[in-house]
């Protein structure tokens, strides 16, 4: 073979090994994802050694690894995370409800959870089926502040300083609930298999006055997140669904109606996308 043709040749593989490199070396660094959530137990919490836990924080953890997407967890008071997720790049929150207010202020990926919302009582305030939750300076009600359920207590006739409570954390309404300091408190169904055990345990029961709505509860992207990655998400979130995984992680902690409808979700879709 001519000199000149090895040496075009040899040009060539050269110049298309430098781009393979150069192609390698321009693609950018998966940036870390800053994830906030809040103590509402049993789906998220600090454990012992102060890592967040809970049956959903691993369902996200799961879907981190399949994604290979490098992230943080972190767990605040709601309305910090909350904001956190709204102003500040490359975050999310999770889990939050998702309504016509807030659609267009993040990107989403869910549902994670579907459930109904209640006001619940004690038992030792609330006797026989003619008893009433709506509104009056009798009984005083309390929810934490952003909470989507806030308004569903003012359209009942609550109203902060009177005979409505706003907490930081989630969880705090339910302790003023058990020490007998407020009467109503909104529970969903996912959690109430614990606390209605300690409830027990205080030697009453809970009582459902009233359903406030179904929900569905999302993990929420800040908007700078491309449309390519939410889809990522979704389709991860959907497979853990069919293949079982969610289940294993959910299952003995929320209500076995709850894991079904999340199933179903996911083979709803998987018809959709296939006709």
């Given at each position: ?102 659609e267009s202020r993040f990107k ?26 709506l509104a009056s300076n009798k ?29 930081v954390n989630h969880g705090d ?103």
């Amino acid at each position: 073979m001519p000199k000149f043709v090895l040496s075009l040749c040899f040009i060539t593989i050269w110049l298309v090994a430098t781009n393979s490199v150069q192609a390698v070396a321009m693609q950018p660094e998966q940036k870390v994802l800053q994830l906030y959530t809040e103590h509402s137990p049993p789906g998220e919490y600090l454990d012992a050694r102060g890592k967040v836990s809970g049956a959903t924080a691993e369902l996200i953890e799961l879907l981190l690894r399949r994604l290979d997407q490098p992230a943080t967890i972190e767990l605040l008071p709601w309305a910090r995370a909350f904001e956190r997720a709204l102003r500040q790049p490359n975050s999310g929150v999770f889990e939050t409800v998702r309504n016509a207010e807030r659609e267009s202020r993040f990107k989403w990926v869910g549902p994670l959870k579907m459930h109904t919302i209640g006001l619940y009582g004690r038992s030792d305030i609330f006797k026989g089926s003619n008893a009433s939750p709506l509104a009056s300076n009798k009984y005083l009600a309390c929810e934490y502040r952003q909470s989507v359920h806030v308004n569903a207590l003012k359209r009942l006739g609550f109203t902060e300083g009177r005979n409505l409570i706003l907490t930081v954390n989630h969880g705090d309404c339910f302790s003023l609930l058990l020490k007998g300091r407020v009467q109503l408190v909104v529970l969903n169904e996912a959690g109430l298999a614990e606390r209605q055990l300690q409830m027990q345990l205080a030697g009453h029961q809970l009582v459902m006055l009233q359903t406030l709505s179904q929900v569905q509860l999302y993990l929420a992207f800040s908007l700078d997140i491309d449309d390519s990655s939410i889809a990522r998400w979704q389709q991860v979130l959907e497979q853990s669904y069919l293949d079982g995984s969610m289940r294993a992680l959910y299952q003995g902690i929320y209500s076995e109606q709850m894991i079904g409808r999340l199933e179903q979700f996911a083979r709803d879709r998987q018809t959709q996308l296939q006709q």
